[in-house]
């Protein structure tokens, strides 16, 4: 099944049981998040919530939209999150010998692939109302932490173009709202937005700018994927729904955005102007510190009339960026099988904050060959800053953490066929990392920051006396 719209996704939710209306008021200040992120550490990841009424916009908004696998598959049209590794599997099996090695890259060159490219729509819902004097003060985003340094959106995709080659790019990066019509973006060093802004700045131009919000579920998960710089994540969106996405014109730039998001908020950025964006509570469970990021003059603001404000918090797991996660894991998992035969499965835990370590089966490598592939894996860089927990034998299931240390904690010697990566500081399972014999530090530093990164009391007992005012 494919989604259109936001309005589609939620209206098959709450038909399986899987949506929770929030009917009384609430404050997008905190006490949204703090809902959320009890609901999203609930048995199961908790349903999808669609808080009606917040306080100070007239706009509804959505969270822990993908906050299971069960939803996260449904998103993106399959029984499973393994059913993604099969497709990637089948796609890829269309290159040719010579264009194997190129993996994700050699995409375009593919006649499957080339049919999802997006279209432009004839009438765009994204664009029923257009607020040419924008005022972002009007719209619900979320303060999540009470240590941030204020309101960000942190489910955009956000629209950029090469300047040189004219190669969209779409990428989630972290937004905040500076004030009535203008934000900061926090781009990833290196990926698209990022080099794209670069090369403005060189070229001293500004640069045009979208940030649009919700549409098919396929689209924002295609944002947060790293994608080779040829890949259109958009086309890339339209191979994981199993039909062309459609793209509509923004009104005062030459970018085009999903034609069925709920809103786009459309601009440019100066060259060389920037200003401070943090701190911000991360998914890690530390607050990431305040850095000059560059800054988006809004010029407009479109959306729909029924417009419903799509939202995530980020937070320690679980959470609902883990199962974003996971898709992303399976999607990529055939990558790895294809140059290294040898991997049987992989495993992100969302217990390592799904990229601070990974659990790699491995059948019939032997010592030596195992100690190689970790180190080619490594260098690679295909797992990003994950360390490497490598298990030989492919009788151990990666996925149960329980047999993978059961296994850990009574091998007489686990050197001699596990194999432990000693770069890149300390493994991010503390009691893993301490059968190991390694010092793991990280449990008592992320208890340290635990209260300064929760709710405050008077918040705690809000929420408590308000709980079954939300419905649960």
């Known amino acids: 099944m494919k989604f259109d719209t936001l309005h589609d996704f939620l209206s098959e939710l709450e038909r399986l049981g899987e949506l929770h209306r929030v009917r009384v008021e609430v404050d997008p200040l905190l006490e949204v998040a703090a809902v959320t992120d009890r609901v999203s550490k609930t048995t199961g990841g908790g349903p999808a919530l669609l808080f009606e009424r917040v306080s100070g916009a007239a706009?509804?908004?959505a969270t822990n939209l993908f906050g299971s696998?069960?939803?996260?598959?449904?998103?993106?049209?399959?029984?499973?999150?393994?059913?993604?590794?099969?497709?990637?599997?089948a796609l890829l099996a269309q290159l040719p010998?010579?264009?194997a090695s190129q993996g994700l890259a050699a995409l375009p060159l593919l006649e499957e692939f080339r049919r999802f490219a997006p279209v432009v729509a004839g009438a765009a819902g994204c664009q029923e109302v257009v607020d040419e004097s924008p005022d972002l003060a009007h719209y619900p985003f979320?303060?999540?932490?009470?240590?941030?340094?204020?309101?960000?959106?942190?489910?955009?995709?956000?629209?950029?173009?090469?300047?040189?080659?004219?190669?969209?790019?779409?990428?989630?990066?972290?937004?905040?709202?500076?004030?009535?019509?203008?934000?900061?973006?926090?781009?990833?060093?290196?990926?698209?937005?990022?080099?794209?802004?670069?090369?403005?700045?060189?070229?001293?131009?500004?640069?045009p700018v979208a940030v649009a919000l919700g549409g098919d579920p396929a689209a924002m998960v295609a944002a947060t994927l790293p994608l080779p710089e040829n890949v259109d994540e958009m086309?890339?969106?339209?191979?994981?729904?199993?039909?062309?996405?459609?793209?509509?014109?923004?009104?005062?730039?030459?970018l085009f955005v999903p034609a069925g998001a709920e809103m786009v908020i459309e601009g440019y950025m100066e060259p060389g102007e920037t200003a401070l964006d943090g701190p911000f509570g991360n998914h890690t469970g530390f607050s990431m510190p305040p850095?000059?990021?560059?800054?988006?003059?809004?010029?407009?603001?479109?959306?729909?009339?029924?417009?419903?404000?799509?939202?995530?918090?980020?937070?320690?797991?679980?959470?609902?960026?883990?199962?974003?996660?996971?898709?992303?894991?399976?999607?990529?998992?055939?990558?790895?099988?294809?140059?290294?035969?040898?991997?049987?499965?992989?495993?992100?835990?969302?217990?390592?904050?799904?990229?601070?370590?990974?659990?790699?089966?491995?059948?019939?490598?032997?010592?030596?060959?195992?100690?190689?592939?970790?180190?080619?894996?490594?260098?690679?860089?295909?797992?990003?800053?994950a360390?490497?927990?490598?298990?030989?034998?492919?009788?151990?299931?990666v996925r149960d953490l329980s047999r993978v240390a059961w296994r850990v904690m009574n091998m007489a010697d686990w050197r001699n066929d596990l194999f432990v990566e000693e770069g890149g500081g300390t493994p991010p399972l503390p009691w893993l990392g301490?059968?190991?014999?390694?010092?793991?530090?990280?449990?008592?530093?992320?208890?340290?920051?635990?209260?300064?990164?929760?709710?405050?009391?008077?918040?705690?007992r809000q929420i408590e006396e308000r709980w079954r005012e939300y419905g649960f």
């Not at 339209?238 to 014109?249: C, F, K, N, S, V």
């Not at 217990?351 to 659990?359: D, K, L, P």
């Not at 360390?387 to 299931?397: A, I, P, S």
């Open 59 to 61: 706009v509804p908004v």
């Open 69 to 89: 696998p069960r939803r996260m598959a449904l998103a993106l049209g399959v029984a499973s999150l393994d059913d993604l590794a099969a497709r990637m599997e």
């Open 97 to 99: 010998p010579g264009q």
């Open 142 to 207: 979320l303060q999540c932490w009470p240590g941030d340094g204020g309101r960000f959106i942190t489910l955009p995709q956000v629209f950029t173009r090469d300047p040189e080659t004219g190669l969209p790019n779409c990428g989630m990066y972290r937004v905040r709202i500076f004030d009535e019509n203008s934000v900061g973006i926090r781009w990833h060093a290196g990926r698209g937005g990022e080099l794209h802004w670069r090369k403005y700045r060189e070229r001293g131009e500004r640069m």
């Open 235 to 254: 086309q890339f969106a339209g191979w994981l729904r199993g039909a062309p996405l459609e793209l509509t014109r923004c009104r005062t730039n030459e």
């Open 291 to 385: 850095a000059e990021v560059p800054v988006m003059g809004v010029t407009c603001i479109t959306r729909r009339r029924d417009c419903i404000y799509p939202a995530t918090v980020v937070g320690p797991p679980p959470a609902e960026d883990c199962f974003m996660a996971k898709a992303a894991e399976r999607l990529f998992f055939p990558l790895l099988r294809r140059r290294w035969p040898a991997i049987v499965d992989i495993n992100l835990p969302l217990e390592w904050i799904f990229h601070g370590g990974a659990i790699v089966s491995v059948r019939d490598a032997g010592v030596g060959g195992v100690r190689r592939l970790v180190e080619e894996v490594w260098a690679s860089g295909m797992l990003g800053a």
């Open 387 to 397: 360390r490497l927990l490598v298990v030989v034998d492919d009788d151990t299931d």
């Open 434 to 460: 301490a059968r190991l014999g390694i010092d793991a530090t990280r449990k008592e530093r992320f208890r340290s920051v635990a209260p300064e990164f929760g709710m405050d009391d008077a918040t705690k």
